[in-house]
């Protein structure tokens, strides 16, 4: 810790291995904390401490990260361990530009976003509440800039090369940055934050000067020196072209995955980043609020499970008996992990109070439908919120990148929160006498049932994004992936193909919709803020598929000690389970080189 103390106000370049350690560790810890797999841990930490010229050699657990940092001159170990596991999927999402954010002031290129402008700002304004909001509108930004300087070239040879060198590769390093201008002290509004790089730099020169003195020295820092708007303007596209067009890669050799080919940006255009600076971004990613209050969540869990009830085929009284259990149960655990609770037991005492939620609802409108009485399969719909689909797919793609300690530490992880879950379901089924054998068949057009389909395969991939705290914008992008994916699924299993084979193919067309979207806004073809994780849009589109009645009825049958069905439920609801991550993994290998080879 003194060592870092130390060099706390240094460019992290020049701090020693303690301080970038600590840097490109707690970015892996913080991954790690948002439920993503170990692969992408290592990932994300190979990529802070690539341009630090640090080898990291890392074990990363389900809760836990020991990893090995050396600069050729000193090594040290770190060991972080996390007290529980959950999903964040914004935060992944901000981590993608922080590591953009960090290798583009330090001079290589950008690995996850094309157009780091947006990497830049959100890294200035963390403290806005709607992060997802504030990329959009520097995305616009972004536009009519670019529009703006391509009409000023001259040239239609000029607007071609201009074409040419942005279509290539966009340099990561764009000293216009509009919106940091317009938030300097002095200028901006009430509702934006003084920029995070304002805060750290010179703190003394800044207390003693004046406002035109700061004013003065924040464009001399950022080469903005002549007397006009317009001259400016004409300085950064002479810039911006120059440095498209001449801007060569050249990729590492040796020691690093192919996926830091594209590294090789020149070092003229590096800017320090200080140990201090680093932190102080983390800090706000790691203490963001959650996008979602309680209510709010347990709505969209409400939505996500009755939605799920449809897709399993159940009726109207099942979707509402689902709606008020699964609403109320997610509802309770949001509140209930406000105070560090035990995962098993909010789990155990959660799917109990939906479940009865649910059964008391039906037994509520039997009082005027006696129908309603007869609709025992539902309460297994309510308790569907708790399916830890995280875990489950990112364990899968661990192991199969051959990382079997960590793939088998979520997949135990899974294990016991279904045991725990199916468990509480059966009490409450024996305490109250429900015998669940399924949903009777609806009867319904089949061209209105793939309508109702694609409309409840929507909601129910929105509502289990917000369950993972998705923006926005990220929820509707995986809903659309959903509401393809799981409709081409039960279609198709209607039409005769095992339901194993249905779930390879749901969960494969996801992973290449979900690569493609990535891609497409790599290419400039969608707006540069609407490039999310790929694990953040795939997990949502396919927990849905997860077989949650099969595994209930496994449970269930095993509790009446039946264990021929038992054993038959539960077979059933494995291979569908294995289905899916090998589904996304052959996505993965198809459109990710990294995947494709063993490097």
């Known amino acids: 810790m003194e060592d870092i103390e130390r060099d706390w106000d240094k460019p992290i370049t020049e701090a020693g291995i303690a301080a970038k350690a600590s840097v490109i560790v707690r970015v892996g810890m913080l991954d790690l904390g948002a439920g993503t797999g170990s692969f992408r841990v290592r990932e994300m930490m190979h990529r802070i401490a690539y341009p630090l010229g640090v080898h990291v050699r890392a074990d990363v657990n389900l809760t836990d990260i020991e990893a090995a940092c050396t600069d050729g001159h000193d090594r040290i170990t770190e060991v972080v ?65 670019r529009k703006g300087i391509k009409e000023n070239i001259g040239s239609e040879a000029q607007r071609e090369l201009w074409d040419q060198a942005t279509e290539a590769d966009d340099d990561p390093v764009l000293d216009a940055l509009e919106h940091a201008e317009q938030a300097r002290p002095g200028t901006q509004d009430a509702q934006t934050a003084t920029p995070l790089d304002m805060r750290g730099i010179d703190r003394a020169e800044r207390e003693q000067g004046g406002q035109a003195g700061r004013e003065a020295e924040y464009r ?63 800090d706000m990613i790691e203490h963001r609020k959650p996008l979602y209050s309680p209510a709010f969540a347990g709505l969209a869990s409400a939505c996500a499970c009755a939605a799920f009830v449809f897709l399993l085929g159940g009726g ?13 149960g997610h509802w309770l655990r949001r509140r209930m992990f406000v105070h560090h609770l035990n995962q098993f037991f909010v789990t155990f005492i959660c799917v109990s109070v939906a479940a009865l939620a649910c059964t008391g609802m039906l037994r509520l409108i039997g009082l005027f439908d006696p129908v309603a009485l007869q609709h025992d399969t539902a309460y297994i719909g309510a308790m569907l919120f708790v399916i830890p689909g995280f875990p489950m797919i990112t364990g899968g793609l661990d192991m199969a990148k051959i990382d079997f300690p960590s793939g088998i530490q979520r997949v135990a992880y899974v294990l016991c929160i279904v045991l725990i879950a199916t468990l509480a379901g059966w009490m409450v089924a024996s305490i109250v006498h429900l015998n669940p054998q399924g949903f009777e068949p609806l009867g319904l057009n089949p061209v209105i049932e793939c309508l109702l389909r694609m409309v409840f395969a929507f909601i129910g991939v929105w509502g289990f994004s917000v369950m993972f705290n998705s923006p926005q914008r990220m929820c509707l992008v995986a809903a659309v992936i959903g509401m393809i994916t799981d409709t081409l699924r039960l279609e198709i299993v209607d039409m005769g193909v095992p339901a194993e084979a249905g779930a390879f193919i749901g969960a494969l067309l996801a992973g290449l919709l979900a690569s493609a979207w990535r891609s497409s806004v790599r290419r400039g073809l969608l707006p540069p803020h609407l490039g999310y994780p790929r694990i953040c849009l795939t997990v949502p589109s396919i927990v849905i598929m997860v077989p949650g009645m099969y595994m209930y009825r496994a449970m269930f049958y095993l509790g009446a000690f039946d264990t021929l069905h038992a054993l038959d439920w539960a077979f059933r609801a494995f291979m569908v389970i294995i289905c899916l991550p090998i589904g996304l993994v052959m996505a993965r290998v198809l459109t990710d080189k990294s995947w494709r080879y063993d490097v």
């Not at 529980?84 to 950008?110: K, P, Y």
């Not at 094309?114 to 616009?140: F, I, N, W």
């Not at 109207?316 to 699964?326: E, L, N, R």
């Open 316 to 328: 109207p009284y099942d979707m509402i008996g689902a709606f008020v259990g699964a609403g109320l």
């Open 220 to 282: 001399a820092e950022r080469g903005q020196n002549a007397q006009s708007r317009g001259e400016r303007y004409d300085d950064a596209r002479e810039r911006r072209i120059a440095r498209r067009l001449e801007r060569t890669q050249r990729p590492p050799k040796g020691e690093y995955a192919s996926h830091f080919d594209h590294v090789g940006q020149r070092p003229e255009h590096r800017r320090e980043v200080t140990v201090r600076q680093a932190h102080e971004r983390l």
């Open 81 to 145: 361990d996390l007290p529980t596991t959950g999903v964040n999927t914004e935060r992944i999402w901000l981590l993608e530009h922080f590591a953009d954010w960090f290798n583009v002031n330090l001079g290589t290129g950008s690995m996850y976003h094309s157009r780091t402008e947006v990497s830049e700002g959100l890294m200035q304004h963390l403290d806005q509440r709607d992060a997802s909001q504030v990329s959009a509108d520097l995305s616009k930004q972004l536009r009519k800039e």
